[in-house]
């Protein structure tokens, strides 16, 4: 058996990505070269490790069976191309994604601090809602993950991260700002902007709210934590976001918090990695600089 790195790389891009095209345009080579190192790899594993779909190529069982053994190897010989360039820190390249709340106000400064003391490392962050982030880490395609929501995939390990609370709030001028005492009734006669379904913040605001959640007048569902804001802080409805990425508009008086004590909106964040998945030193070294002291 003659197993080469490309072919591995090749594979694994193609299995991330379905498309042998796009594999080849990210790993810098020609189709034709991407193509030959694929079907020497199915030839030397002795099966087809892809169903053929037209131009799609979709990971059979066998291929799945593969993923998690061939991502550790491309990881283990990253690691050992950067073993000599530990005299200016850690080096490598890390990719790690993240659920919205937390990719765009927790993790950026986390990144900058860990990579300003590693220069040769690098850091590619992608943002999605907790669903998207939980299958790329299935798939191998981050080396690990920082969820809002819960993940009860069983090759998944779950690690609890961060505390944090949702809160609901409503433009400063909205009648509910000037109610000494809120009631469930009161936000059921309100209109509602969520996040979509699948994301982390609505899978809480579900759960902690049942089943005043299931009675509300939703009017928007939104993919992205700034328009939610946005669009409360105009006066078009009321919300429910953490109270992390809502200090800003509080502050500038836009938006007020509306006390909820009839409802449970305390949720952790965790770091999610695929159990097979290898754990290099620089990965280990990121995970561990993201902790709280």
């Not at 605001?205 to 992205?224: C, Q, S, T, V």
């Not at 965790?270 to 159990?275: D, E, L, Q, S, V």
Request: charged share 25%; net charge positive.
């Amino acid at each position: 058996m003659n197993i080469s790195l490309r072919q591995i790389e090749v594979f694994l891009y193609t299995a991330n990505l379905g498309c042998l095209t796009r594999a080849a345009r990210k790993l810098s080579i020609t189709q034709s070269a991407a193509s030959m190192a694929l079907k020497e790899f199915e030839t030397q594993m002795g099966e087809k490790l892809f169903d053929r779909s037209g131009r799609k190529l979709i990971l059979n069982e066998n291929g799945r069976a593969l993923v998690a053994g061939a991502a550790g190897i491309i990881g283990r010989a990253t690691e050992l191309e950067n073993f000599f360039r530990g005299d200016k820190g850690l080096a490598g390249i890390l990719k790690v994604g993240a659920s919205s709340t937390i990719g765009n106000y927790v993790l950026p400064q986390q990144v900058a601090d860990f990579v300003a003391r590693n220069p040769l490392s690098r850091i590619h962050l992608e943002v999605g809602n907790t669903e998207e982030i939980v299958g790329k880490v299935n798939r191998f395609q981050v080396d690990a993950g920082f969820i809002e929501g819960n993940c009860e995939a069983p090759e998944i390990e779950l690690i609890p991260w961060l505390d944090d609370e949702l809160a609901v709030f409503a433009a400063s001028a909205h009648p509910l700002c000037s109610k000494k005492r809120i009631t469930p009734e009161m936000l059921m006669e309100c209109r509602w902007i969520l996040r979509e379904q699948g994301s982390g913040t609505r899978e809480i605001f579900e759960r902690g709210a049942r089943p005043l959640a299931e009675r509300i007048k939703i009017l928007l569902e939104l993919g992205h934590t700034e328009a939610i804001k946005n669009a409360v802080a105009a006066g078009n409805g009321i919300s429910c976001l953490s109270r992390r990425v809502l200090t800003e508009l509080i502050e500038l008086g836009r938006v007020r918090i509306i006390p909820t004590p009839f409802l449970d909106l305390k949720r952790n964040f965790f770091i999610i990695i695929h159990r097979d998945k290898y754990r290099s030193r620089l990965l280990q070294s990121f995970l561990a600089s993201c902790r709280p002291a």
